[in-house]
């Protein structure tokens, strides 16, 4: 019965480095280095027709591309819709995806956002995975945090273990009260480090917008990939953690 999991978030830029050079493939080959069972995505391209036909080899749906071989099961959930495609959320994992469902938590037309919620079977029991990617605005960010912790309190038992994790946009760093007094959620790099993780701008972080919030376990470990070659892909860090269940 296992007793650690490793997982990472990272918002993806949909492929692009800030130079707008196309690094999806540079993105897959270090997130598969990183080893992690579990990863959540945000800003990944669902499907987008002038990309496809500008860039040379497209992969089409970029979850399944970075799932191919490694995750056997992933789940997106499409956000913003448009007319050359779409794009959203996603969760690869290397267990059994038992149930997944993506809730609307836009508060404009202009953000569309999303909860991916998706449930696995881990250890001896449901874990559940919430990849999110909230709004610019503070009030729209407090209006969201509401609705996820509406949907944990209403769909997880309160003895099961969640992960929640994404950009959560924080960089007032208000939402982790909510999170922890509400849902007895711990975020894993102030758990283990004492600090949020400085995780954008990639190529000199200065703001902690990206996040892993976690219930059910202890964290192990936290890192903040911040060093090249991850500053040049995507305009945010990705962050790691292995976590041990309690």
Request: overall charge neutral; aromatic content about 10%.
């Amino acid at each position: 019965m296992k007793s650690e999991l490793k997982i990472l978030s990272y918002n993806i830029h949909k492929g692009f480095a800030l130079s707008r050079r196309f690094v999806l493939d540079s993105m897959r080959t270090m997130i598969r280095r990183t080893e992690a069972e579990i990863v959540f995505l945000q800003e990944v391209q669902g499907d987008h027709n002038g990309h496809a036909k500008r860039i040379e080899n497209w992969p089409g749906a970029q979850f399944e591309y970075l799932a191919d071989e490694v995750w056997p099961h992933f789940a997106y959930g499409k956000n913003a819709v448009y007319d050359a495609g779409h794009h959203g959320n996603s969760i690869l994992s290397k267990y059994p995806i038992l149930s997944f469902e993506n809730i609307d938590i836009s508060n404009n037309r202009f953000e569309r956002r999303g909860i991916l919620h998706a449930t696995i079977e881990w250890s001896d029991g449901p874990l559940h995975l919430l990849c999110v990617h909230l709004d610019l605005t503070a009030h729209g960010r407090r209006q969201q945090v509401s609705r996820i912790a509406e949907r944990i309190r209403s769909h997880i038992k309160e003895g099961e273990r969640v992960i929640l994790a994404g950009d959560f946009n924080d960089w007032r760093k208000q939402v982790t009260p909510v999170f922890r007094e509400q849902l007895g959620l711990k975020e894993v790099f102030l758990e283990k480090h004492g600090h949020y993780a400085k995780s954008f701008p990639a190529l000199f972080p200065l703001l902690t917008l990206d996040r892993v919030y976690t219930r059910g376990f202890e964290t192990k470990e936290a890192h903040c990939h911040s060093d090249p070659p991850w500053s040049n892909l995507s305009d945010h860090c990705a962050i790691d953690t292995t976590l041990r269940k309690i």
